[in-house]
T-cell receptor
Framework: GAVVSQHPSRVICKSGTSVKIECRSL??????MFWYRQFPKQSLMLMAT?????????EQGVEKDKFLINHASLTLSTLTVTSAHPEDSSFYIC??????????FGPGTRLTVT | GENVEQHPSTLSVQEGDSAVIKCTYS??????FPWYKQELGKRPQLIID?????GEKKDQRIAVTLNKTAKHFSLHITETQPEDSAVYFC??????????????FGKGTHLIIQP
């Protein structure tokens, strides 16, 4: 158990457009999901915590109006990168909390903004 | 906030030897310490974790130790095999008690197993 999917796996978009990334927990319910960002050959940085039925909480320095998070159900969280710019190009990975702190990660989404 | 330091950044060992990766954390309220293995282009995979009420945990060739007083924890891999080659990340959070806290990651260790 503890399978998390993420879609799309890769996306290329033009500067100024918006991109939506979906994260689903397939075999368990997750009241909390997390969004991380990973630059090449670097570690994962927590961006925000997605809470089912309530507003997301963002880490310091992460613009909430740029990275919109919606946790519509116990198995789905979405991240929308609005007005994307080349500096937003990165690997975005979600995780789902299965309880007692255990987090299982999705396969990630490679975003390239041209 | 929490700060997690991880060493070494690169570790090369001969196949069959042991590998040890060390991490320190700063937040005394952290109570959950997972280790993830990430292969190139793939998702991080949880390989073992430890909670603050335990000093050591073992799963076959992998073990983790925790010293709460010194705020450090370590990953030990014995009898290393070529498939152990990957980047390993340690992390810390306050999530063990049932609350949901995000993970603070170390910078990662690139483990290379030499045949």
């Amino acid at each position: 158990g503890a399978v998390v999917s993420q879609h799309p796996s890769r996306v290329i978009c033009k500067s100024g457009t918006s991109v939506k990334i979906e994260c689903r927990s397939l075999d368990f319910q997750a009241t909390t999901m997390f969004w991380y960002r990973q630059f090449p050959k670097q570690s994962l940085m927590l961006m925000a915590t997605s809470n089912e039925g309530s507003k997301a909480t963002y880490e310091q320095g992460v613009e909430k109006d740029k990275f919109l998070i919606n946790h519509a159900s116990l198995t789905l969280s979405t991240l929308t990168v609005t007005s994307a710019h080349p500096e937003d190009s990165s690997f975005y990975i979600c995780s789902a909390n299965r309880g007692r702190g255990e987090q299982y990660f999705g396969p990630g989404t490679r975003l390239t903004v041209t | 906030g929490e700060n997690v330091e991880q060493h070494p950044s690169t570790l090369s060992v001969q196949e069959g030897d042991s590998a040890v990766i060390k991490c320190t954390y700063s937040d005394s309220a952290s109570n959950y310490f997972p280790w993830y293995k990430q292969e190139l282009g793939k998702r991080p995979q949880l390989i073992i974790d430890i909670r603050s009420n335990v000093g050591e945990k073992k799963d076959q060739r992998i073990a983790v130790t925790l010293n709460k007083t010194a705020k450090h924890f370590s990953l030990h891999i014995t009898e290393t095999q070529p498939e152990d080659s990957a980047v390993y990340f340690c992390a810390a959070s306050r999530g063990s008690g049932g609350g949901a806290d995000g993970l603070t990651f170390g910078k990662g260790t690139h483990l290379i197993i030499q045949p």
